[in-house]
């Protein structure tokens, strides 16, 4: 365990110093890990937790699995978090790895896989590690819901630790807006109506107005439509990839840097997404019950080969200094990673039972190596 980690959850870290010359580092957090509820069953049907035991259980998958997961007597992956304890150390990790924000992407309060971030929000570290929200199109419902959905975001935002961007306004991702979305809002109109609400209620709540970023899927033209209809400043995405077989980690990063470029075509705002990894052959070998269309073993040679930690941070390094070179249309000063926790779909920056905190460590190491450059005079 490296010693600032063993700083952090021995003495504590306290906030991290604001840079506003510094471009920060977000991660995605999608949290599967939840307490199972009563009645789900290992290796069943009973809610995500349980699909990602199935997917990961594979021995050649198990060294995936986040750190608190465990193999049973029987020799059966178990995933029993969450707890405020599994949380703390996570923000431990995440602070000690140079990792300034978590996204989180909403779920209804009471959903269990709202978990993760009920216990942030609890934590007594959470000043550690700032959070945003990734709005998903449960975050809003109907038209009826809207003022709600509204609220609730707003709460979020005055949120301490919430994290800000261009001097000081709340950063929100919004993910996969689409014309379907759109219609059930009301058309154009309705959408613009919703999150115009949205920015007053922000405003009146003392906080500016957000900087929205859409994460969005297919062409970053389509993309950039989709943020003009909402009045979004930015571009970005959840995840990329391009289906290539077996294919190196290069080729992962190439796919990314690409994305950066068509965005920045289109004269939008760009938060560079940078990839952690892909690849599925988990969930392909153990389909989930959420994606009805995945067949068993349809698309198994479908995927990234993982990064050595060195190039995953050198990758992230990159995005980073892309976001630096361009401040006219980088304005808010962060890349953001797929991701956290995405271990069955090859996307993470957790500590597994494999390498434990390898990633974070290199990353560390990268921003570091970063900081001493510009202190010296030779950084952008």
């Known amino acids: 365990m490296c010693l600032a980690l063993v700083a952090c959850l021995v003495g504590g870290c306290g906030p991290q110093q604001p840079d506003r010359n510094r471009v920060t580092i977000g991660a995605i957090r999608w949290d599967a890990w939840h307490v199972p509820a009563a009645g789900e069953a290992h290796g069943g049907d009973g809610g995500p937790v349980r699909a990602m035991e199935a997917s990961l259980n594979p021995k050649r998958y198990r060294h995936r699995a986040p750190f608190f997961a465990r193999v049973d007597t029987n020799d059966v992956l178990r995933i029993d978090g969450y707890t405020q304890a599994i949380v703390d150390r996570e923000i431990a990790f995440a602070r000690a790895g140079g990792i300034d924000y978590w996204a989180f992407l909403l779920y209804d309060e009471d959903n269990v896989m709202s978990q993760g971030l009920a216990l942030y929000l609890k934590s007594g570290r959470r000043r550690d590690v700032n959070f945003c929200a990734i709005a ?46 759109i219609k059930a809002w009301g058309g154009p109109e309705g959408a613009r109506r919703l999150f115009d609400g949205l920015r007053s209620a922000s405003r009146e709540a003392g906080l500016g107005d957000p900087y929205m970023v859409t994460m969005q899927d297919g062409s970053a033209a389509e993309g950039k439509r989709m943020a003009d209809a909402i009045g979004a400043e930015a571009l970005s995405d959840y995840a990329r990839s391009r289906g290539e077989a077996g294919a190196p980690y290069s080729r992962l990063v190439e796919v990314a ?41 349809v698309g198994l040679d479908k995927f990234y080969i993982a990064p050595t930690p060195e190039e995953l941070a050198a990758h992230i390094g990159e995005a980073m200094e892309w976001a630096e070179l361009r401040p006219a249309q980088c304005p808010a000063k962060t890349v953001i990673v797929y991701a956290w926790n995405e271990h069955d779909e090859g996307g993470w920056l957790c500590p597994d039972l494999g390498n434990g905190d390898a990633r974070l460590r290199a990353i560390r190491k990268m921003t570091e190596s970063r900081r001493r450059s510009r202190a010296s005079g030779g950084g952008h």
Request: with cysteine.
């Open 136 to 181: 998903s199109p449960g975050t809003f419902g109907p038209g009826a819901q809207w003022p709600e959905g509204i609220a609730r975001i707003v709460r979020l935002m005055r949120e301490p630790g919430y994290q800000t961007v261009c001097g000081g306004r709340p950063l929100l991702y919004v993910f996969r807006v689409d014309d379907k979305w």
């Open 257 to 297: 840097r690409e994305f950066w470029e068509e965005c920045a075509a289109t004269g939008s705002g760009v938060v560079p997404l940078a990839m952690a990894g892909w690849d599925r052959r988990p969930r392909v070998e153990h389909p989930v019950p959420w994606e009805p269309y995945q067949k068993p073993g």
